[in-house]
């Protein structure tokens, strides 16, 4: 539990210092290599951590997750973090210390489109809580356990992918609409990666997912990096992430129940075996399966309903009028509150 604490603070804590470290030109670059480093942590627990257990137990696991936060500690000596606060003789700008929700809310109000953008993001965990919750036992209903594992391990390059091109290429010039053109296209995929009971659908259905995930969260960080004032922008990626890391695990405790006791009796031999199953097959794992279809057109139809909403036209707004004075905050159309 503390590591998942500790976790969370950092990873409220990682944009807010790409705000302050680099320029707001290449930030979205910046964003695309965070999502690239997530992906090599990904590769590295799913299979270097599992060679080590098989051959050192956990002594190897521990070794090598303390040897890497001593290096972590040391490079972080050398990184000069100027945050730019008013001194402490001048309280009338200084950050309060004190726990301020509101004030972090009435920062978020002040954005046009903004609170919708993180209730965006919030159904979108909804839905991947899904996965949370079925993708492993889809998985292993086609292959064996350590195909599965592996298959994951081989599938993690797609972040490191995705976080190379991102920091070539950027995400444009209207972060907002690369965030749903993404979700256009992975909940597209999601449609259809479980159309029919085939490893290899699923094991491209999932690179999708992965090369275009770190483009999602490098957009939303973005976004909000250049239109939150940098004094506010850990609380409010704090809001954001509390807001949205709270659906998975929601959705995930109530899709399984959902799934056993009415999704697969319905497409093993109820009335959507009767409808379906010729073509789209009967059975535990198509009950599943269809379970994926329906999370897929349900984001893919809100994705679109998005696009035409007055929320992504405000905040996009907002984004382009966005100016950083000094090169290195954020959020200057945006007044901060007292």
Known sequence: MLGVIAGNIRSIALPTLVTILIPEDVRDKANGLVGMVTGIGFLTTSVISGFLVAYTGMLGVLALALAASAIVF??????????????????SQATPKRVDIAGTIRVIAAVPGLFALIFFACFNNFLGGIFMALLDAYGLSLVAVEVWGLTFGVLSTAFILSGII??????????????????????????VFTIQSSYWLLAAGCFVWMLLGPYAEAAEHTTLQKVVPLERQGRVFGFAQSVEQSASPLTAFLIGPLTQFVVIPFMTDGAGASAIGSWFGTGPDRGIALVFTVAGLLGLVVTILAFNLRFYRELSAAYAAGKDDDGEGGGAAVASPA
């Not at 040391?74 to 309280?91: P, Y």
């Not at 070539?168 to 749903?180: Q, S």
């Open 166 to 191: 991102i920091s070539k290429t950027g995400l444009g010039r209207n972060p907002l609409r690369t965030l749903l053109l993404v979700n256009v296209i992975t909940w597209s995929v999601c449609c």
């Open 74 to 91: 040391l490079h972080l000596l050398t990184v000069k973090i100027d945050e730019g606060r008013v001194e402490s003789g001048d309280d």
